[in-house]
């Protein structure tokens, strides 16, 4: 495959005829159904129809194709094996785009699975999106395993070493009957489960060396690009947020393409680790955190009492300086009020559910706004009055 561009669009000739100098015109070489290709900086350049993302990357550069992770076609993401059959506009992404991050991760993912798989054979994996900082994959595993901290550096081992052998990945397109037939045989009812909300959408699957998983893609091209993994931490996640479903094993994991990246980056976490609040906490006992009060509910300890009673002491006195006025509202309000505002119904996946007290319908407040808007409202303004200011805590 040829590509041409604007500066070079002079026919191509038959190498014979022109090696020997002919000195009558000779025939122009037929480029196969040509395609137009706009790139980001809007010049154009012309393919042949089927033409991939690698080859359009290799026509730019060698240093970019090595480089690429992917390809966004008119804003629709692509491996960059897939060939491209219209004119389109495109735009290549390597690891400096988060785009590129997102699908180097979600690859990564893949390849950890595959590495878990190779050691606790008969695993079902669920989910395993990029996120972040990496990526996370749920999974069951077998019967009588239980992964413990020394087990996550085992399985990043697992995948530095299938990541040298350095296997495409590959989409393969499956019916929906294969499909189920596929996981059956498998024995991986998350999957299923999966599968049973997909139905009558197009079904791929991604393939690299020994391990096959549902997918949408997009991948790397290959597993050699992920060099640098290390795994993080090891959580408990129902099945799809669920506390009725089965409870799953989740991993979480990142890589990077350098050992630089990886290296700078755990040595930063360390450091996170050492300042985290929870640990601070605890350890200065400023306040207590406990499931039978609820996650992220802190009891205020005595140390940190004083601490927090030191900052709003503080930040009073800094807002009268600046003119505002203290008020205090309640910490619930009638639904309407919210509805008003906005802040509900289109916030309610982050919202309690409306309280139900006498036949009216409350809400734990998301935020003061509405409370003070409505004692501004409570009386007339002038302009002279403008701006109001209300604080509270």
């Not at 294969?178 to 489960?193: N, P, Q, R």
Request: charge should be negative; hydrophobic fraction near 35%.
């Amino acid at each position: 495959m040829v590509a041409i561009d604007d500066a070079a669009s002079a026919p191509l000739v038959r190498g014979a005829e022109a090696a020997i100098g002919a000195s009558e015109p000779v025939e122009a070489l037929p480029m196969n159904d040509p395609i137009q290709i706009t790139l980001p900086d809007g010049s154009v350049r012309i393919f042949e129809r089927d033409t991939t993302g690698m080859q359009i990357a290799n026509s730019i550069s060698p240093r970019l194709a090595q480089a690429s992770l992917g390809i966004f076609v008119n804003n629709v993401p692509y491996d960059l094996s897939t060939p491209i059959t219209q004119d389109a506009s495109v735009r290549i992404v390597q690891w400096r785009d988060e785009e590129g991050k997102s699908i180097f991760w979600h690859s990564s993912a893949h390849l950890m699975a595959e590495a878990v798989e190779a050691l606790y054979p008969g695993t079902r994996f669920g989910i395993g999106p990029p996120i972040e900082n990496g990526w996370y994959y749920d999974m069951e595993l077998p019967e009588g395993v239980k992964l413990t901290p020394p087990d996550l550096d085992k399985i990043s081992e697992k995948m530095a070493e299938l990541a040298q052998r350095d296997v495409p990945y590959i989409r393969i397109e499956k019916g929906y009957e294969e499909a189920i037939e596929y996981f059956k045989e498998k024995g991986d009812w998350l999957k299923l489960e999966l599968l049973d909300g997909l139905k009558g959408q197009a079904i791929t699957f991604y393939q690299q060396g020994e391990f096959t998983d549902l997918c949408r893609g997009t991948h790397v091209p290959s597993t050699g690009k992920i060099k640098f993994a290390k795994l993080l931490s090891i959580a408990g996640a129902y099945w799809r947020g669920d506390i009725k479903r089965p409870m799953l094993t989740r991993l979480y994991g990142v890589s990077f393409p350098t050992k630089k990246e990886l290296d700078d980056f755990v040595k930063a976490r360390e450091e996170a680790e050492k300042r985290d609040h929870r640990k601070l906490g605890k350890e200065l006992e400023l306040f207590l955190l406990t499931p039978k009060i609820g996650g992220g509910l802190p009891v205020w300890l005595p140390n940190g009492a004083i601490v927090r009673y030191a900052l709003e002491t503080f930040l009073r006195r800094v807002q009268q300086r600046r003119g505002y006025d203290q008020v205090v509202t309640p910490h619930i309000g009638n639904l309407e009020l919210y509805k008003t505002s906005g802040h509900y119904p289109y916030y309610a996946e982050s919202q309690f559910p409306p309280i139900v007290v006498d036949d009216e319908q409350y809400l734990l407040k998301p935020m003061n706004c509405p409370h003070h808007f409505t004692i501004y409202n409570s009386k007339p303004h002038s302009y002279r009055d403008l701006p109001v200011r209300l604080a509270e805590y």
